[in-house]
């Protein structure tokens, strides 16, 4: 087989460049290792910038997100029991957020693939990748008991944090930078009402909480756990129990609990691997950089990763080499301010096991100074909201 451009990784980095390129008219195949389902089972992000939003109504996909998406103005921060609204709109000029789960932008990607009917490779096993730095890169991979064989122009490594691209790169020509953090995200989605219209980030004594939802009648809430939490440990009534305990008066009475639909941990991480391209290879989102949740910026930076890449691979059959041989230095001017932001709002939101009390005290002057100076207030919106290309 022969195509374009092989994309590794069917999560929302490839299946959005998937579309930039079908529009354009590049040929591609995406090749991704678990089942459809599994990639729809995954809960994870809710809240989409207004440069992922255009990008999906770039790549046609974006009719159902604008139908059921809830747009959002501003978040709650409560701290020490008080809350503080932090007026998105008002402080950035008119942006907003949108509340999307990132499944339901992966079901819109993947219908509109099919009905496209684009080539996708689904629980493709031992994918390899090799030849990338010579004009003629190969990709090969097992399915059904049965080797398969591309030969492409380029390969797109969206294959998340454990995926096979980066692993194959010569541990030589790669920097990583890495934050673990020692606790995690205990999350639960229930079909209940959300206690609030906006999203409420939560700092308390006993952790961080954060309020979320994924429509009117559906919420997603998180906990933060140490790292050594199991969550066979928690019932719902634990959980519920536990998320009240971190919240206002007020928000503790609203809350409406219900059985869990889906209950997990995750870990938080800091990461960026340097460069992302090698030579016909590129990273792209998870696969290149990883953030903690709390800045919510994961799936906004792999949409900003793949709408440079879909540019630059769009020009590169258009006669001009540039957007290829400068992704990489694009990409990482708006990564690292996204690392930035995501580990700054980690930290002065958590509660660390170890934080000497000098630090304990500049952290909380830092929080009293973010929500009550409009400089503040306005930086974190900013950043919320997201920051604008610069290219
Ligand atoms: P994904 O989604 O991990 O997809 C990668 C795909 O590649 C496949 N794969 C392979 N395929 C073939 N061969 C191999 N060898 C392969 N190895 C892996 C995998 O099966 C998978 O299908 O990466 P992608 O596309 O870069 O997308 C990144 C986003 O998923 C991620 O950044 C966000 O979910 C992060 N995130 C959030 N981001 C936001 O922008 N806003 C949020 O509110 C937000 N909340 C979150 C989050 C992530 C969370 N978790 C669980 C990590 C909340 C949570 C709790
Ligand atoms: C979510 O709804 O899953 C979510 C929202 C905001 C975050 C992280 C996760 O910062």
Redesign the pocket.
Known sequence: MRVQVAI???????LILGQLLAKAGIDAVI????TPDY?LG?I????LEQVCIDLLDEAGVGERMHREGLPHHGIELLIGGLRHRIDLHGLTGGKQVMIYG?TELTRDLMDARAKAGLATVYE?KE?AVSGFDTDHPRVSYLKDGVRHEIACDFIAG???????CRASVPKESLRTFERVYPFG?L?LLSDTPPVCDELIYAKSERGFALCSMRSHTRSRY?VQVPLTEKVENWSDDRFWDELRARLDAPAAAALVTGPSLEK?I?PLRSFVAEPMRFGRMFL????AHIVP?TG???????ASDVRTLGHALIAFYGGSTDGIERYSERCLRRIWKAERFSWWMTNLLHRFPDTPPFEQRALEAELDYVVHSLAGRTTLAENYVGLPFED
């Open positions: 590794i990784g069917a999560g929302p980095s490839g090749l991704e290792a678990h990639v995954r994870r992000a809710g809240v990132q493709a994918v969206c294959d998340g944090f454990h995926g096979v995200w999350g998180y997990s995750a792209a989102g998870d696969a949740p919510a910026k994961g799936l906004n930076l792999a």
